[in-house]
């Protein structure tokens, strides 16, 4: 038997191209299963996208595939479920036991055992080798254990490693204190009241400071709106000029 696992390889080109891990696990059960019949255990979210990728070559096994006999004659599996955890639940975990990966480990490990079972490796007159593609090396090595002689063979496919979510609460973020905020928008207020005088007088106007008053004010700020209509003036004025 020989398992397959795909290497995790962070790479900068996921920030500006969207691939996912799981658009890579399928285009790796391409490669490797070609035509060959293959059942895959995927996410019930995602089950109906797969299959349209797949075609009538693959059969999605049910998330609880313990006991089923109907895929004896399948010689390819592909894991392609991500059965972690809640934050939630991990951090109860962690507070239980302090383990909470260890136990997602043997839970995980243990839904692919079973998935990989409902393969011709239930069938002890096969003869035919099984092939089964896993989404990493602790993966691949836990099931190896079970099958002595079997191998275990590394893909580079390019997925790329996600943080683990934070648990708990998210971080305060410390608020600006009123009498600064206050301060800072009669400052701008003075500027703009001083910059629409200089306007009106033909004078043009500080556009980075501009720019920089525009994102801190509402849309809805009076003196802003003045500042706007005072610009627009001077420049509807300097076009009639230039036209004359």
């Known amino acids: 038997m020989k398992f397959l696992w795909l290497q995790y390889q962070a790479s900068s080109s996921y920030a500006f191209v969207e691939t996912t891990n799981l658009d890579v696990l399928k285009q790796a059960c391409i490669q490797v299963f070609e035509d060959d019949e293959f059942v895959f255990l995927a996410n019930n979210d995602n ?7 797949f075609g009538t070559k693959a059969q999605q096994l049910p998330n609880a595939p313990w006991g089923l006999n109907d895929y004896q004659h399948i ?9 972690n955890p809640t934050p939630a639940h991990r951090g109860f975990l962690n507070h239980l036991c302090q383990s909470s990966q260890a136990v997602r480990d043997a839970l995980f490990h243990s839904n692919v055992y079973q998935a990989v079972m409902r393969s011709s490796l239930r069938n002890l007159d096969a003869k035919e080798p099984v092939c089964a593609l896993v989404p990493d090396h602790n993966v691949a090595k836990a099931l190896a254990g079970y099958f002595p002689g079997s191998s275990i063979e590394k893909m580079r496919m390019e997925l790329k490693e996600t943080d683990p979510k934070k648990v708990g609460r998210p971080t305060i973020v410390e608020k600006i204190p009123n009498s600064k905020s206050a301060s800072d928008s009669k ?10 005088k200089q ?6 106007v500080d556009q ?7 994102l801190a004010c ?7 709106i003045k500042l706007k209509q005072a610009i627009a003036a001077q420049n509807s004025a300097s076009g009639s000029t230039a036209a004359g």
């Open 47 to 53: 089950a109906e996208d797969t299959k349209r990728c």
């Open 75 to 83: 010689h390819n599996v592909a894991i392609l479920s991500a059965l």
């Open 187 to 196: 400052k701008r207020k003075r500027w703009m009241d001083k910059q629409i």
């Open 199 to 204: 306007v009106r007088l033909g004078k043009p």
């Open 208 to 214: 980075a400071k501009l720019r920089e008053v525009e």
């Open 218 to 224: 509402q849309t809805s700020n009076t003196t802003l």
